[in-house]
């Protein structure tokens, strides 16, 4: 078993160097590598993602797996944001000028959230992974449809958002 491990942008693989050279002798097309994962990291796209390539040399079979950045990154990436609050909820100061982080996720993007990390949140239940993602934005000080995130997990548990949640 022949393990490649890289760093690669979502869904823009390309054959580098570093990637050719360890798989070439395996015979293993690499096209079809490098197809596959980005096939597999396509909803990381502009984000850079740790992916480990699992090759059996005798059969050029090949298994990939792909890391993901933390739900903080994620919550980044769909505010569109560089930096998250500071003091989440809280208005301060900054060079002397009254600063307040106002961001919104709309709730389909916290489901997707939800969704892209999926796997490392140990449920089986996407309802609990899109409170975990909520719970999350509490600490970014990220609102939910312009609401604080604690308010949209309580109307979760009340079942308002069901629909949503699928």
């Known amino acids: 078993m022949i393990i490649v491990k890289a760093?690669?942008?979502?869904?823009?693989?390309?054959?580098?160097?570093?990637?050719a050279q360890q798989i070439a002798p395996t015979k293993v097309d690499i096209g079809k590598v490098v197809a596959a994962i980005n096939e597999k990291t396509k909803d990381f796209a502009g984000m850079q993602v740790p992916v480990t390539i699992k090759i059996d040399p005798a059969t050029k079979e090949?298994?990939?797996?792909?890391?993901?950045?933390?739900v903080a990154a994620l919550i980044k990436k769909e505010l569109k944001v560089k930096i998250l609050a500071k003091a989440p909820f809280k208005v301060y100061e900054k060079d002397g000028v009254t600063e307040e982080f106002k961001e919104s996720l709309k709730f389909?993007?916290?489901?997707?959230?939800?969704k892209m990390k999926f796997d490392d949140?140990?449920?089986e239940d996407l309802k609990k992974a899109v409170k975990q993602v909520a719970?999350?934005?509490?600490?970014?000080?990220?609102?939910i449809e312009d609401k604080k995130p604690k308010?949209?997990?309580?109307?979760?548990n009340e079942g308002k958002w069901d629909e949503k949640i699928k």
């Open 7 to 19: 760093l690669i942008e979502g869904g823009k693989a390309t054959p580098t160097p570093t990637i």
């Open 62 to 70: 090949f298994e990939i797996s792909v890391g993901s950045p933390s």
């Open 108 to 114: 389909d993007q916290v489901v997707k959230i939800a």
């Open 121 to 123: 949140l140990k449920t």
């Open 135 to 143: 719970a999350s934005c509490v600490s970014s000080g990220c609102y």
């Open 151 to 156: 308010e949209i997990i309580k109307e979760i």
